[in-house]
């Protein structure tokens, strides 16, 4: 990966190039890590190169320059990136070293081609530490762009006082694979088509998986406030070791309300998986997949930002 630092006059512009093949992204904390359903084990880096629905657009450290950094008064930066081709989604996220809070007051915006902001993020704090381990943040997301047209994008940001990495991925816009939907609950369903005209969560998990669960509370913190005509959830066991039974065990000592849950014949985890769980898949009504995310980054106020945006809310 090349870098240069360029500063320009009270604002430092900053100029990156990296490798397309590239891949790095911090891993998470040891309790939210994916994991292998084969192994039950987590693995020592994330597995996001793995996916064919997910690519890295930029992924870079961006770094201050040597004179002001570090500096007594935060700056106002802007990085330019280009998207070369076509996504269903763009999701932007950021990370500051030790996952130290970096940003006061923060206000970020991801300008598009057509000079639009398509992604605003305004805020109090942007990354904060993670709560259950200090030393290991999670990436703040700061947003999405459904439907982004290739172009030149512009990052802008206000009050920058330290070195941040910005990662950009793109998932591809693609019509969702088909399969059965066989329901633990006895919930007539057919096919994922047949829940076409709601924006759908495809969960990829197995009952005895930790982050797993963790995901699994947070699509059941949003579940109940959306109708059944316009979101809904496939939990899809990939571990054959496993049964309707530990499925409806599952829900019934965790407290969740009972979406699709159902066992999976092999071709989900053909089609949607990454060799890793939780692996998260979302479907708009039009059936096409806008999102997807090996482990799950998402709080319950980013799922329901995307719902919305999927169901042109906002």
């Known amino acids: 990966m090349l870098k240069r630092t360029v500063a320009i006059g009270i604002a430092a512009v900053l100029v990156a190039t990296s490798a397309a093949a590239l891949v790095a992204l911090q891993p998470p904390a040891a ?3 994916p994991v292998n359903p084969q192994s039950q084990t987590s693995p020592a880096e994330p ?14 450290l961006l770094e201050l320059p040597a004179a002001l950094a570090p500096v007594a008064v ?18 932007v996220e950021v990370l500051g070293p030790g996952g130290a809070g970096l940003l006061n007051n923060a206000d970020v915006k991801v300008i598009g081609p057509s000079g639009d902001a398509v992604i605003h993020y305004s805020g ?22 459904l439907n982004p047209e290739p172009g030149a994008y512009k990052l802008q940001l206000q009050g920058v006082s330290s070195a941040f990495k910005l990662t950009v991925w793109g998932i591809a816009g693609v019509p969702a694979f088909e399969f059965a939907i066989a329901d633990a ?22 009952t005895w998986c930790g982050p797993c669960k963790a995901a699994m509370d947070v699509f059941n913190e949003v579940y109940g406030e959306y109708s059944r005509d316009e979101f809904e959830i496939v939990s899809v066991d990939v571990d054959a070791r496993e049964s309707e039974d530990d499925l409806r065990t599952l829900f019934e000592k965790e407290g969740w309300a009972q979406w699709y849950a159902t066992m999976d014949d092999g071709t989900v985890n053909a089609e949607y998986g990454s ?14 997949l806008i999102y997807y995310e090996i482990g799950m980054k998402m709080n319950a106020d980013e799922l329901r930002d995307l719902i919305n945006r999927a169901l042109g809310k906002q």
């Open 31 to 33: 309790s939210e890590e």
């Open 47 to 60: 597995p996001v190169a793995e996916s064919k629905l997910l690519t890295p657009v930029e992924d870079v």
């Open 74 to 91: 935060p700056l106002d930066l802007v990085y330019n990136f280009k998207v070369d081709k076509e996504y269903g989604i763009l999701r």
């Open 124 to 145: 109090s704090d942007l990354l904060i530490p993670n709560k259950r381990d200090p030393t290991n943040a999670k990436p703040t997301i700061l947003g999405f762009a």
């Open 185 to 206: 609950f006895g919930k007539e369903a057919g096919t994922l088509s047949d829940l076409r005209g709601r924006v759908v969560i495809i969960d990829l998990m197995a």
């Open 275 to 288: 060799g890793f769980i939780p692996t998260m898949a979302i479907v708009d009504p039009n059936g096409v």
